[in-house]
């Protein structure tokens, strides 16, 4: 998938992807990863998500990663926080008090400019990336957050009959990119109500994947 094609996505406000309100499976099961307090979260891929809202409202702080600048931006604004601004290599770092978005290609973000973190939330990320990038970005994200436990979203679907994004991720995909890391479990598979897209029948699948314990 190009940059461009997702720039595009966000100039022409074509954002179906974008909730009105905090990610329901979220809410529901976040204290399945027993967070601390100030805990940091890294969103892949966040867009202007109002999970970012609910999270800060938990007393989490966010980490995230975005292609879009206006995305970026108009998330700043919705949380009525001044960024501070900075170039870290090929990326834009805009900060606020327990805030971090790095704007620009994800394949960018190194752990170093990550920072710690202490869970990754991936509901749009793994589902927007086309086969061939999905095992290349899996493998990074492990690096980078030092295999950081996850809650995990994807969509199971007919992908014969609706192209992407967001793909289909089916359950034996999830286990090739992650189950050398990670102690997988599936906590919910609920119907996607309507179809996806309102067409094809749906799920959502979602995971919570664990650091594997040392033997």
């Not at 109002?50 to 995305?71: F, K, P, Y």
């Not at 920072?115 to 509901?123: L, P, S």
Request: glycine share 6%; hydrophobic share 40%; with cysteine.
């Amino acid at each position: 998938m190009e940059a461009s094609f997702w720039h595009q996505r966000w100039e022409r406000n074509e954002i179906g992807f974008h909730e009105a309100s905090a990610n329901a499976l979220l809410v529901k099961h976040l204290p399945s990863l027993s967070l601390a307090p100030q805990s940091r979260v890294f969103i892949p891929l966040c867009g202007k998500t109002l999970d970012i809202h609910w999270l800060l409202n938990q007393g989490l702080r966010v980490a995230g990663a975005e292609l879009s600048e206006l995305a970026v931006t108009q998330l700043f604004a919705e949380l009525k926080l001044t960024p501070e601004i900075t170039q870290r290599g090929q990326l834009r770092h805009y900060h606020a008090e327990h805030i971090d978005i790095f704007v620009g290609d994800i394949f960018d973000v190194t752990a170093d400019i990550l920072g710690q973190v202490d869970a990754i939330y991936d509901r749009a990320a793994l589902v927007a990336l086309p086969a061939p990038l999905r095992e290349k970005y899996a493998a990074h994200l492990t690096a980078i957050s030092h295999a950081a436990p996850q809650l995990l979203i994807c969509y199971v679907y007919e992908q014969s009959q609706l192209s992407g994004p967001p793909f289909s991720v089916e359950d034996a995909e999830v286990k090739q990119h992650y189950q050398s890391q990670y102690t997988l479990e599936l906590l919910e598979s609920p119907e996607v109500a309507g179809g996806f897209k309102g067409r094809v029948p749906a799920q959502e699948h979602v995971w919570r994947l664990s650091r594997q314990t040392p033997v």
